[in-house]
T-cell receptor, first 114, second 114 residues
Framework: GAVVSQHPSWVICKSGTSVKIECRSL??????MFWYRQFPKQSLMLMAT?????????EQGVEKDKFLINHASLTLSTLTVTSAHPEDSSFYIC??????????FGSGTRLTVV | QKEVEQDPGPLSVPEGAIVSLNCTYS??????FMWYRQYSRKGPELLMY????GNKEDGRFTAQVDKSSKYISLFIRDSQPSDSATYLC??????????????FGKGTLLTVNP
């Protein structure tokens, strides 16, 4: 079946530093990848949609200069949280999709900014 | 009114019980309906994927979609302690590609007691 690998699974960083999260589709080529954010006991909130080779589309209220998304290939998308602050601490999840095959999620990255 | 409504629970049942989870939605454009299971601090795992109205069965899980009532359900038969997780409904207007998005319910926290 479709597998999406997300790395790292957890990261702690100092306030003001940047953190990169990787999302890879291991056994299929993902035309589109999505990045979500999830706060405790809340549902997933879509942050942005990325297509291979083009700029990401950000949801309203998401700072594109703070959450940099790169989708360089059909199997890899990265989310970089720049100049992270404690309020950016959250659970970040990616998903990858191709037409008619649904959406496969990564295992998530727990980011803690101290 | 939110696009997707889901009772967050929590729901606690004894082992072996039949569990019924449901969501209502307001967007008549939704055609693809999914149920995901999410364990604590993990990414969502796809359980059921259904197009349009009707029933779909997979082992102990049955998904039902009633588009006329804008109501979807997930039934779990012979529930097991390992079924304890948060169950998220999700839906979209398209099956893939760059112009569709998943809209999630808040998730229902289920505990199956031995």
């Amino acid at each position: 079946g479709a597998v999406v690998s997300q790395h790292p699974s957890w990261v702690i960083c100092k306030s003001g530093t940047s953190v990169k999260i990787e999302c890879r589709s291991l056994d299929f080529q993902a035309t589109t990848m999505f990045w979500y954010r999830q706060f405790p006991k809340q549902s997933l909130m879509l942050m942005a949609t990325s297509n291979e080779g083009s700029k990401a589309t950000y949801e309203q209220g998401v700072e594109k200069d703070k959450f940099l998304i790169n989708h360089a290939s059909l199997t890899l998308s990265t989310l970089t949280v720049t100049s992270a602050h404690p309020e950016d601490s959250s659970f970040y999840i990616c998903s990858a999709t191709r037409a008619n095959y649904g959406y496969t999620f990564g295992s998530g990255t727990r980011l803690t900014v101290v | 009114q939110k696009e997707v409504e889901q009772d967050p629970g929590p729901l606690s049942v004894p082992e072996g019980a039949i569990v019924s989870l449901n969501c209502t939605y307001s967007n008549s454009a939704f055609q693809y309906f999914m149920w995901y299971r999410q364990y604590s601090r993990k990414g969502p795992e796809l359980l059921m994927y259904t197009y349009s109205s009707g029933n779909k069965e997979d082992g102990r899980f049955t998904a039902q979609v009633d588009k006329s009532s804008k109501y979807i359900s997930l039934f779990i038969r012979d529930s097991q302690p390992s079924d304890s997780a948060t169950y998220l409904c999700a839906m979209s207007a398209a099956s893939g590609g760059s112009n569709y998005k998943l809209t999630f319910g808040k998730g229902t926290l289920l505990t199956v007691n031995p």
